[in-house]
């Protein structure tokens, strides 16, 4: 690897660490101004989700067929996942204590 590539490759990673950390900045000084809007807070945190996904993670460098397998997958976890918590809160309500 190049002198050139590298210096590129830090540039990029604290351009998106900065990122990051503006919109971690952003939502705590939004929330504590105006209060939390859900979407908006839903909304940077998928974006900061993916960028560090993207760029830390490097899967933005992985071929588009992993994208295709990787995301339905996801979302299939998470849908799954979310029959269950419905079933846990039942019976956290049903349990005497």
Same mark, same amino acid.
Request: net charge positive; aromatic share 14%; hydrophobic share 60%.
């Given at each position: 690897?190049?002198? #050139?590539?590298?210096?590129?490759? =830090?540039?990029?990673?604290?351009?998106?660490?900065?990122?990051?950390?503006? %919109?971690?900045?952003?939502?705590? !000084?939004?929330? =504590?101004?105006?209060?939390?809007?859900? #979407? !908006?807070?839903?909304?940077?945190?998928?974006?900061?989700?993916?960028?560090?996904? =993207?760029?830390?993670?490097? !899967?933005?460098?992985? +071929?588009?067929? !992993?994208?295709?397998?990787?995301?339905?997958?996801?979302?299939?976890?998470?849908?799954?996942?979310?029959? %269950?918590?419905?079933?846990?809160? +039942?019976?956290? +309500?049903?349990?005497?204590?």
């Amino acid at each position: 690897m190049s002198a #050139a590539g590298n210096s590129n490759s =830090m540039t990029t990673t604290f351009i998106v660490y900065g990122a990051i950390l503006s %919109i971690a900045v952003f939502q705590v !000084l939004f929330a =504590m101004m105006s209060g939390p809007s859900l #979407a !908006l807070m839903l909304f940077l945190g998928f974006l900061q989700a993916s960028l560090g996904v =993207m760029y830390f993670m490097h !899967l933005g460098q992985e +071929r588009h067929s !992993l994208f295709l397998v990787l995301i339905p997958c996801t979302l299939f976890v998470v849908f799954m996942m979310n029959m %269950i918590w419905s079933d846990s809160f +039942r019976l956290l +309500r049903m349990h005497s204590h």
